[in-house]
């Protein structure tokens, strides 16, 4: 998972500041490598590095890095080493003076079989990077096939499968690429003269832009000196393998987003409250307190306690100098992040019957050792309610759970996942009773729980 921004200022102001601004609402979607490109109306420059936004930005790393057009990333690498090789934007440069910069958030599924169509036309590749692919497919097709950049798009969007929301810079242009399914968000605002685009909205909110619209599926918008154009993709359905409707990951509303953002046309804060409400009317315990494990779980948490009228308590504190534990990419430092990351109340837990809300059980990492923390402080009872479904299936989109044989949903039913996680009870909320929480247009990708892909995977993507 990452998070990708677009800014173009039409009084050809610099927008650095913006760039790292936005790129820092959107830490949590990517710890682990950022980086920036800007284009002053001829040239791409970029800079990019391991760490967190400010780390990597801590000032404007050259005098003259600046520009008025840009794209931005933070990285979690669900694909491809962590190596500065990997780290985004890419970035093509040529003889001819075009330069090109990329951005983008998802994973593709037939990655190789792509690869090695450019490979044979003599394409080389630094990295191993769905980003970098995206890029170098539409500048050979713009420079070699001779077409232009919004046809270089459509022709890599009939090739390329699977999930990608990206920004793409030229010299004095912006543009905004969603792919078919609109797997992932992507959203675009625009203040008159600032626009700027993004994978959540808090990212316009703190450049003061007012939100216009999603890019749609398959859409490409263009941002330039004469104002904004919407291109919407001609044929999506044909894309789609003739579906008629979108496939968005029902991961960024119970996870991955924060509470705040406005994704799929819905205010995430109150897609978890109707989660925890939902939680609260399928209730057969007798419970004392609510307890979310912070801080994606309070919302749900909240909407359980509102629709019960059970107390709602922070019975777990959080450290925020840790970072998200399932976005770590190793188990060892899953692991060390639980024991750092949590400390318990114990006046909240003794002697009281809890239910500890969380948004998911994916690994199982998280929850064995707070259940276990939560009854060493006292608990009476510890009953688990969780946000979604049963995660039995691998992602192919974005969402790092390459391997079925590291879900514990896939390995075990609800009666043994309860077992191993030390609870008194268990349960989830239904398929069906998540996508009543999450309304908008009722079109997600819920193949993690269902094993439904919106397309046939035939690529296995953790050999990358």
């Not at 939902?278 to 359980?304: K, Q």
């Not at 639980?338 to 318990?344: D, G």
Request: glycine letters at 10%.
């Amino acid at each position: 998972m990452c998070g990708v921004i677009g800014l173009f200022h039409a009084g050809e102001e610099d927008v650095f500041p913006d760039a790292v601004n936005g790129l820092f609402q959107m830490q949590h979607r990517g710890q682990d490598a950022c980086g920036i490109a800007l284009a002053d109306g001829r040239i791409v420059r970029h800079h990019k590095g391991i760490g967190h936004v400010r780390e990597v930005f801590p000032s404007r790393p050259l005098p003259d890095f600046s520009g008025f057009v840009a794209t931005g990333h933070v990285r979690y690498p669900t694909q491809g080493d962590n190596r500065v090789r990997n780290t985004q934007p890419h970035v093509v440069s040529t003889l001819r003076g075009t330069n090109l910069a990329l951005s983008s958030n998802g994973d593709l599924t037939n990655y190789h079989t792509v690869r090695a169509r450019l490979e044979e036309k003599g394409v080389d590749f630094l990295g191993t990077n769905d980003a970098e692919l995206i890029l170098k497919f539409i500048a050979w097709e713009h420079l070699e096939g001779g077409c232009s950049l919004l046809e270089a798009i459509r022709r890599m969007q009939r090739e390329v499968r699977g999930a990608y929301s990206a920004t793409l810079v030229t010299g004095d242009a912006l543009y905004a690429i969603r792919d078919p399914w609109a797997l992932r968000p992507l959203c675009f605002g625009t203040s008159g003269v600032l626009h700027v685009v993004a994978s959540e909205t808090p990212a316009l909110d703190i450049a003061r832009v007012d939100l216009v619209d999603e890019v749609g599926a398959g859409e490409v918008v263009h941002f330039g000196r004469e104002g904004i154009t919407r291109h919407p993709h001609p044929d999506v359905a044909s894309v789609r393998h003739g579906s008629p409707v979108p496939a968005h990951c029902i991961f960024e509303h119970v996870y991955f987003s924060r509470p705040d953002s406005i994704a799929f046309g819905e205010r995430v804060y109150d897609v978890r409250r109707r989660i925890g409400a939902w939680l609260a009317r399928h209730e057969d315990e007798a419970i004392d307190v609510v307890v979310p494990v912070p801080d994606s779980s309070n919302a749900i948490a909240l909407g359980y306690a509102h629709e019960s009228g059970v107390p709602f308590e922070f019975g777990l504190i959080r450290n925020h100098y840790v970072g998200r534990t399932f976005i770590h990419p190793d188990q060892a430092r899953r692991d060390d992040g639980v024991k750092q990351k949590f400390n318990p109340l114990r006046s909240v837990f003794k002697g009281r019957r809890v239910a500890l809300v969380d948004d998911s059980i994916v690994r199982g990492t998280t929850l064995r050792k707070l259940t276990r923390m939560v009854r060493a402080a006292g608990a009476a009872e510890v009953h688990l309610r969780i946000g979604s479904p049963v995660t039995r299936h691998s992602c192919f989109y974005g969402v790092d759970t390459p391997d079925a044989e590291a879900l514990i949903g896939s390995r075990m039913d609800e009666a043994g996942i309860c077992a191993h996680l030390t609870a008194d009870s268990l349960r989830y909320i239904s398929v069906e009773g998540l996508r009543e929480a999450a309304a908008g247009d009722g079109h997600f990708c819920m193949a993690c729980f269902t094993g439904e892909y919106p397309e046939p995977v035939r690529e296995q993507k953790a050999s990358k």
